[in-house]
């Protein structure tokens, strides 16, 4: 039998204590908003301004405007030249070096190929592999524009980007930013609500008060999602101020999905909590796993196509992988439900399943031995 | 004159033995197994209504697991329990329950904390609230009702748990060492709030450590073990042991009981127990002259005076004591090894002279003056927040005072150097070792660390485990022994380096009755070698242990001098009323006379009149008037609790 | 010898050893030391993989002929593409890339065999899901890539370009992922648990208030310090071992660099982060707010440091606040040493900066411990 007006006093309770800690009502609602615009601001995987130093050993007009071009973007920034190209790159300066040699201009003007040595810093692969194509795209179109191309592509590619035009990474991190904190933070704080009762010793109280197992579980859930639904409400609204986040299409899935988020990110921290007996350390690992697991098996920056065969299941079992796909949907690509039903069933059988379990875990409210 | 309820006017009409035609509480055969430890074996009691029902016993004993199945919030392993007629689980909307001290949401204040309790279980908001106003005015916790439960002291936040638990009006009570902890003013409100609950009607079952509190209960169980030992009314307990208490006044206490005890086991007395105290020796023995004439006899031959020997009631630890040796033999004393030879001076080891304390407008401590001698054992008695704990920081020199004066080991200067230090035990009540660690680790730790020479320290580390009885046990994890034996490790550790001064905060909270003997008894033998030793504790009998000791009150000492001195000192009279109605007799009384001299002790009354010959009179008609019948009244001598009561009551006036 | 022996009997050594022993007692700990760095290391290491590859691709090809077909498998020779799905209808097609089923369209035109063979130009219509914008960019290169080299294969005129780009991989020919990432991971591990081990192993003792106790000792409060960090120093520096032997055995990282030099300025990290975890339990009341805390510190170290995203497509403010990551510059440290292995010059500024972070954090958490001590 389940009383409402007892998870009603549960869940009052509750919110009475997490008002009281000035510094942790503090954190509970900057910390969110930090990381998002932490992510908003510093995550950008398109590479830009690389460090690039040319050795032009021929000093040409000719040369020197192809050096010109490979600066016309902004992917590349010039640097001074070291001792040698190798050198160059050992100190790490540059992250390529582009070696023209003496007879460049004499050569092109005979008509007859000549060979430009690159030479790219490995270390970071991601930015090698992008110095090799900006570089062979640039003295391709360099070659065109000269019209040193001896005739025309018969193929051309008409490439159309979609949904986001501009290419704003924000667009793309900042609603994966949502699924991240909005994991985090409201788990964390239910877990701790939990395990501190246990340390100090009121669960006891708890046990003795003939409340349910449901009921006191349910309070503390409705507690730390109303908390959790500010905390959405700011990062959310901040973003849309500040990186002029804009509904693609109705709110609804949004709105919807978001509420079974945050259940089960709150129903996680339940279940960690219920688990763990009293080790402050068992909450944070969980906040970490729990950061690592939304961050980086989500989907949010890399993609999860990539991964191993192990890890690609476990990203399934995710919830963030999901909420990642209603966020996006709803701020970039804006299908709707159509696109995105399935989305809220799945993070709702996970909310469902973790807190059967955490009550399982607390169903006989009574002292174990 | 007071009306009484209805129920009261039964309850009036009702003795003490007319509980148990009301059995609102039954235990049968109720056992307890951790895997293979046995916490309670089979025990069985019964319960009436209003009854207050003690279960007195040391730490790990059983009380908090009996309290847990009481309470429903864990399965026995055999045995029935009933309450009202029902499984616990079933009535828990009828039971109020206190645990040790963690009843509170501590970051919630007074009015938040009483109306969770009262929403979970179900009171509408219009029933508890006034109901929770009335008890929170009876406590005196009604202008606080804002502050946050971590802001009050340790005694009103009892009172606030209490509350808490008497929202929803329960039946029954169960009150897990409710008073650990706090100081003897505030248990008194305590256990004189719970004497007004229990005439209402609700059946009270309490844990205590501590036996001047279970003289205030009506029936006490002695738990020891997982086992029932005695069972009855604390007089009825009392008799059953059919011996009478002498007090031995002399000046050299430690050679009269070191005769006393050696005349004992030689069997050449009739002494069953010798056991002395700061100021004087008790001796107990079946027929008091025959007694009298041996104290005397035994003194003679080894030319000690004796100056004075009363008779008196055997106390509750003389009971438990006698109790507890059938089921267990003394813990040994052994002679700490010693290395140093001091010689015993009668020079000044810790000296305070107008020492003052204040936190920004706050003074603590307001110029004291002190002096403790090596050798000598002096007790630091207090309420919370009259300033003890700055005190003590103080002289032991963590903390540097704002004014005034000390000396420290025959320094002034520098009293935090780490020379100064090594010279200096410490032992606080919950601190001291590390409880991950095992035993043996923990006081290798500590001979390291005080830089007891390597050689030394196998010796003094056998010292200590022989002494608690330990031996092969040392690998054990420190956290894992209760309490009590926790305690007694602690000091050991504490005095491995033989230091010349020795703080002690609170050192015996939950030692049994046995153990604290050993205790005092160890004090006592360093205090003969010639350490000056400073103890703090909430509990009043075992200040009869110290030389002489001082009552602080609000950051002065109010009071100084020997156990003896002060109760001598007391002004006024304690009498002793039998009547028909306890509760009604206080309550009466308390309209005539401030609160603090009217106390309920079981089925007794306790008053305290500064004019008794005048008084009394008026006393008889009061409670005439109220037709409450006196069966009997006698003057007895005043405790060192009444003592203490009386000396903080009067100076806050 | 007598010095030896002296040492023994100091405070020092019996506070060192308890230290230890609580450590070893605490199944806690050495689980935390142990088991997260690990899984941390081979998750994100294994996981980590800015590759843009087996991008789904849907096809409608109104062509139908060879060349098409042929255009199509070029898209797919690499793994770069997988054809997904083939569509016959425009408006299937867009619906697919719409709802997200496939990130990549093309759509060939009927006249696409004609125009080829008639050598004039045709314009084959990509559609890419942009959401991901970065990937979206990568995915774009690649089609301009691919028509490229199909262009080059039917047109022999443009296979030999008068520039001829000879690209040389440094350190990594085989751009190898996990040489760049693992570096990383490993900065990310020492912090998350360096500070998580250090605050736990300080707020213990703030709990217990056994603090109150080592006080009335004879032990200095210098001795109660470095007796804590001696251990905790020492475990940590286990745990750059043992990432270390991962990265060699799992990875097979090339660890070019001097090996003591290596050590040396993980060394200095770990003071970093050991004071990172006392500053941490020092200023925290609670329990809760220690979890919280370390969020609010960790979270943008790891994300300035480079360990997930490169530090020059920050925005400039970011570029510079990173400058005061120390992370930053033990990751910088970690992929010169590990990767590069030239001389220690080049990362020698950002050794001395890590030194200069340590005494910073250092100073700052042990003297708010010795003020709370007191």
Known sequence: MIMLSRIIAQCRKELAQFKRDRVTVALAFLLPLGVMLIYGFA???????????????????????????????????????????????????????????????????????????????????????????????TTNFFLQSRQLQSSQPTVQADVRLWFNPGGEESLYIVPGAFALVLWIFPSMLSAISIVREKELGTILQVYASNLTAWEWLLGKVFAYVS?????????????????????????????AGTLVYLFTSVCFGVFVGSRSSNQNAAVQGTAIAGFISAFLLS??????????????????????????????????????????????????????????????????????? | MPKLSSTQNQLIKKNTASFFSSPILQVEGLSKQYGNVTA???????????????????????????????????????????????????????????????????DLSVAENIAYNARVRRLPENQFQPHAQALLQ???????????????????????????????????????????????????????????????????????????????????????????????????????????????????????????????????????????????????????????????????NHSIAAETIDVN????????????????????????????????????????????????????????????KYGEIYGLLGANGAGKTTMIKMLCGLLPPSDGEMTLAGKTENLHSSQIRSRIGYMSQKFTLYDDLTILQNLRFYC???????????????WVLKTCGLEGKENTLTGKLPGGWKQRVAFGASVMHEPEILFLDEPTSGVDPLGRRQFWRLIRDFAQQGTAILVTTHYLEEAENCNRMGFMVAGEVVAQGSPTQIKAEQPGQLIELKTNHAQAAANCLKEAFASWRVAIFGDAVHLVLDNAEQQWPQVEQRLEQASIEIYSHRWIPFSLEDAFIGIVQRSKN | MILISRFFETPFWSLLIKEIQQILSSKQIIFLLIFPPTMQLLILGFALNPNVTEISLGV????????????????????????????????????????????????IPTDFRKKILENQTTNVQVLIDAVDANTAQIAKGYVQQIIRNYNKEINVALSQPLINLKVNFLYNPGLISSWFFVPGVMGLVFTLTGSLVSSVTIIREKDFGTLEQLLMTPASAWEILAAKITPLFILLMGDVLLASTIAWLVFNLPFRGNLAWFLLFSSFYIFVVIGLGMLLATISKTKQQVVLLSFFFNVPIIQLSGAVAPIESMPPFFQLLSLLDPMRHFIAIARHMIVKGSSIEPILLNAIILVIFASILLGVSINRFRSQLN
Request: hydrophobic share 40%.
């Open chain 1, 43 to 137: 995550i950008r995987l398109e590479a830009q301004n690389l460090p690039l130093s040319i050795y032009d050993y021929d000093n040409s007009p000719l040369s020197r405007s192809y050096a010109a071009r490979l600066f016309a973007t902004n992917q590349f920034v010039p640097v001074a030249r070291g001792d040698s190209p190798t050198a160059t790159l050992d100190s790490g300066s540059a992250i390529a070096s582009v070696v023209i040699p003496p007879d460049f201009s004499r050569q092109i003007k005979a008509k007859k190929s000549v060979d430009v040595q690159v030479l790219v810093d490995g270390t970071d692969v991601n930015n090698a592999r992008i110095v090799e194509n900006s570089i062979r795209a």
């Open chain 1, 227 to 255: 908390v959790a639904i500010g905390e959405t409400l700011i990062v959310m609204g901040v973003a849309a101020l500040v990186f002029g986040l804009r509904f693609a299409t109705e709110p609804t899935p949004l709105i």
């Open chain 1, 299 to 369: 989907g949010f920056i890399y993609r999860t196509e990539n991964f191993p065969a192990i890890l690609s299941l476990l990203s399934r079992i995710i919830p963030a992988r999901y909420y990642l796909l209603i966020t996006r949907d709803a701020f970039v690509r804006g299908t709707g439900w159509p696109g995105v039903w399935h989305a809220p069933l799945i993070i709702g059988a996970i909310a469902l399943l973790l807190f059967f379990a955490s009550s399982k875990v607390m169903s006989k409210m009574r002292l174990k031995d």
């Open chain 2, 40 to 106: 309670i074996n089979g025990i069985n009691f019964t319960v009436g209504q209003g009854e207050i029902f003690g279960l007195i016993g040391p730490d790990g004993a059983g009380k908090t697991t009996t309290f847990h199945i009481l309470a429903g919030v864990m399965e026995a392993t055999s045995g029935r329990v009933e309450v009202l007629g029902k499984l616990p689980q079933q009535v828990q909307l009828q039971i109020g329950y206190l645990t040790q001290k963690f009843s509170l949401y501590s």
């Open chain 2, 138 to 300: 009876q406590v005196g916790l009604a202008d606080f009702q804002n502050r946050l439960a971590e802001q009050l002291s340790g005694g009103m936040k009892q009172k606030l748990a209490l509350c808490c638990a008497l929202v929803s009006q329960p039946k029954v009570l169960l009150l897990d060492e409710p008073t650990t902890g706090v100081d003897p003013v505030s248990r008194r409100e305590f256990w004189d709030l719970l004497a007004s609950v229990a005439a209402q009607g609700v059946t009270i079952v309490t844990a205590t450590p501590y036996l001047d509190e279970a003289e205030r209960c009506h029936r006490i169980a002695l738990i020891y073990k997982g086992e029932i030992q005695q069972m009855g009314t604390p007089s009825q307990l009392r008799d059953s042991l059919g011996l009478a208490r002498l007090e031995l006044r002399c000046d050299d206490v430690f050679q009269a009981e070191t005769v006393l005890t050696e005349a004992m086991s030689q069997g050449e007395t009739t002494f069953c127990d010798v056991q002395s105290f700061g100021d004087r020796v008790d001796v107990l023995t079946p027929d008091q002259e025959i007694g009298k004439q041996q104290i005397h006899q035994h003194l003679k």
């Open chain 2, 313 to 372: 009631d055997p106390t509750l630890e003389n009971v438990f004591v006698s109790s507890l040796r059938t089921s267990q033999s003394d813990p040994p004393f052994i002679p700490f090894p010693r290395d140093r030879y001091r010689k015993t001076e009668a020079e000044i080891a810790i000296g305070a002279y107008n020492l003052q304390k204040s936190f920004g407008n706050f003074q603590a401590v307001k110029g004291i003056d002190l002096e403790i």
């Open chain 2, 448 to 462: 390291g660390v005080y830089g007891v020479p390597s050689k030394l320290r196998s010796k003094k580390i056998e």
């Open chain 3, 60 to 107: 409608l090809d109104y062509s139908q002929s060879k060349q098409s077909r042929e255009l199509v498998s070029s898209f797919t020779k690499n793994q770069i593409f997988q054809v997904k799905a083939y569509s016959i209808k425009e408006k299937s097609l867009v619906k697919k890339v719409r709802t997200g089923q496939v990130k990549t369209g093309i759509i």
